[in-house]
């Protein structure tokens, strides 16, 4: 082949190559920082943003390039694993990743050095994750963002009952029913109930996550409330006043769905609605698994 062919070969790579580097250049160079995905949400969450808050940064550099996210309810372990293996490097979460409200290290006796722990950021760490808690705010959407997505799961957006965003009139039904059907929609493998099985169910409160004894009881008082589905209550207090006011004799009953599956599908439509302004990088929903089991 003549210099001048060779030269002219060359040439004609180059125009090919030059502006197929710069485009993959230029699409690199688009990948927002993590930091910059949150100012986006910040803006867009629809709420003031409170300066005391939980809906921080938890681990990772924030200035990361992020090159898809995660949107889940926990940051468990499994969810971290699976979000690294579909190149997922920023994990926003509804709850805590360190096993305590404010995400503190040295709550374990052991801190940084329990075993547990330890591994969980070395994970992090070694796959270049960044996690953000979002929390506070999305509750403070109105709607909630949560209760929204818990009631688009349950086909029960109809049924509310206006001014009252936690009270569902639903169609005639019995306890065990209405817990059979909420097991079956949420895909909970374990639900605990208090009350008759065969009590008939029309007004029902939902409460998701851990919304404590006052508000549940607040909503057990109402006279027309039959049943409170919750997330998780504290055994010695809620679930024992359900209790004495079935002993009695009162229409009262409580179905426990446990934190996770009562507050999951919120979750989802937080993936949904990031889905509607962050178009340049990937946003998957990561569902965190059910932890319990039936014996």
Known sequence: MSVNRIAACWSVMIAVAVP?????????????????????????????????????????????????????????????ER?????????????????????????????????????????????????????????MRSPDGIEEGMAHALGWEKHRVRDIPYLFEIPDTTLETLASDLKKKLGIHVLRIVGDPQSKVKKVAFLPGASGLRKETRALEMK???????????????????????????????????HIPSEQAGMEECAR????????????????????WKN
């Open 20 to 80: 197929f580097l710069s485009s993959r250049v230029i699409a690199e160079e688009k990948h927002p920082t993590a930091r910059e995905v949150i100012a986006q949400i910040q803006r867009r969450v629809g709420v003031p943003w409170q300066a005391e808050t939980v809906d921080t940064f938890k681990a990772g550099n924030p200035d990361s390039s992020v090159t898809g996210i995660a949107v889940t309810m926990m940051a468990t372990m499994e969810v971290l």
């Open 83 to 139: 979000a690294a293996a579909s190149g997922q490097n920023l994990i926003i979460t509804h709850e805590p990743t360190f096993y305590n409200h404010l995400d503190k290290l040295d709550e374990l006796e052991k801190k940084e050095n329990d075993p547990v722990l330890a591994e969980k950021l070395d994970f992090i760490a070694r796959h270049n994750l960044v996690i953000w808690r979002f929390h506070d705010h999305w509750h």
């Open 224 to 258: 027309d409330v039959e049943v409170l589905v919750t997330g998780e209550p504290r055994e010695w207090e809620t679930v024992e006043y359900v209790a004495d006011a079935v002993t009695e004799g009162r229409r009262k009953a409580l179905i426990i769905l446990s």
């Open 273 to 292: 609605w990031l889905k509607t302004f962050i178009s340049e990088v990937p946003v998957e929903f990561v569902p965190a698994k059910d932890p319990f």
